[in-house]
């Protein structure tokens, strides 16, 4: 079973531009949320989507957002990079069964703002 | 926002030595899982633990969800230098999907 995929894995951007990235997640699995990881603040929550709804969000500004597709796709878009933005964006995977939730990861998009 | 209070930051031991790190909160969790991850890549789960008590293995690593559902700890038996890497707990609250995360410990292995 292929695992989390995500595109690109690197890209450098100019500050003001936006982005787009995109992660198909492990067949069968309906629920997608996206992570920012950087060295000065770990792991942070971004948002969570199911069944095409966002269920959770986390405290970032409205210049990040998501979307999920029929198919369980996501993509996230940032607008107007700010340097602040460069960092792995990582999405993930869930299942839930009737003892939990499991979640698993995509390599990642390495995002650099100039 | 939130973390989990991971320690130790970072350990340096010799291979064959055994390794423990912990995760405590103030909060409850539901759920605890532990990743490692390699430089330039993504977490990668290594053990989800669902049940207040629960002790589980995979292969050399063992790992535990605290009683008091605030902390958890994982534990590495035996370490060989591909063990090396950051290791995270993440914990999963009732209902939610948002894995909250500790800051990871490095772990580095002498040959």
């Known amino acids: 079973k292929a695992g989390v995929t995500q595109t690109p894995r690197y890209l450098i951007k100019t500050r003001g531009q936006q982005v787009t990235l995109s992660c198909s997640p492990i067949?069968?699995?309906?629920?997608v949320s996206w992570y920012q990881q950087t060295p000065g603040q770990g792991l942070q929550f971004l948002f969570e989507?199911?069944?095409?709804?966002?269920?959770n969000k986390g405290n970032f500004p409205g210049r990040f957002s998501g979307r999920q597709f029929s198919n369980s796709r996501s993509e996230m878009n940032v607008s107007t990079l700010e340097l602040g933005d460069s960092a792995l964006y990582l999405c993930a995977s869930s299942y839930s069964t009737g003892g939990g939730n499991t979640i698993y990861f995509g390599e990642g998009s390495w995002l650099t703002v100039v | 926002g939130q973390q989990l209070n991971q320690s130790p930051q970072s350990m340096f031991i010799q291979e064959g030595e055994d390794v423990s790190m912990n995760c405590t909160s103030s909060s409850i969790f539901n759920t605890w899982l532990w990743y490692k991850q390699d430089p330039g890549e993504g977490p990668v789960l290594l053990i989800a633990?669902?049940?207040?008590?629960e002790l589980t293995s995979n292969g050399r690593l063992t790992a535990q969800f605290g009683i008091t559902r605030k902390d958890s700890f994982l534990n590495i038996s035996a370490s060989i230098p591909s063990d090396v890497g950051i290791y995270f707990c993440?914990?999963?609250?009732?209902?939610?999907?948002?894995?909250?995360f500790g800051k990871g410990t490095k772990l580095t292995v002498n040959p």
């Open positions: 067949s069968g699995h309906r629920s």
């Open positions: 993440a914990g999963l609250q009732g209902g939610s999907e948002k894995l909250v």
């Open positions: 633990l669902y049940k207040a008590g």
């Open positions: 989507y199911f069944s095409e709804t966002q269920r």
